[in-house]
């Protein structure tokens, strides 16, 4: 079974970028990690024209598509409610999920020759 990457793409305005960063990085992001659906996340800025807003990918890493289901069913209903009830309109989403069919790491050697 291979793994899945749900990615949020979100742009924040401007005039509340730092702090919807620091809440992401210490309430919601720690608060959707203990739900225990998933391995690993992270924070990517997108460096594109941005016309009023920050862009970032938000990234979550689970184990199987069962496990990104329940996830769904069961915490992100809340935990999307309480980030719209303290951003609204200053802050648009959109999710998309990918499936994980091959991935390469290279060995720390490749970094490093000798």
Not at 54 to 83: F, G, K, N, W
């Amino acid at each position: 079974m291979n793994r899945v990457l749900y990615n949020v793409t979100v742009s924040v305005d401007e005039s509340i970028h730092e702090e919807w960063l620091t809440w992401m990085k210490d309430v919601h992001i720690p608060d959707v990690m203990r739900t225990g659906y998933f391995l690993e996340n992270r924070i990517c800025r997108i460096h594109a024209f941005e016309e009023g807003g920050v862009t970032y990918a938000i990234q979550y890493l689970c184990h199987s598509m069962t496990d990104y289901e329940e996830y769904q069913r069961l915490a992100a209903p809340a935990l999307q409610a309480q980030h719209q009830e303290r951003y609204g309109q200053k802050v648009v989403a959109f999710r998309t999920l990918l499936e994980i069919v091959h991935e390469h790491k290279a060995p720390i050697t490749d970094f490093f020759p000798n």
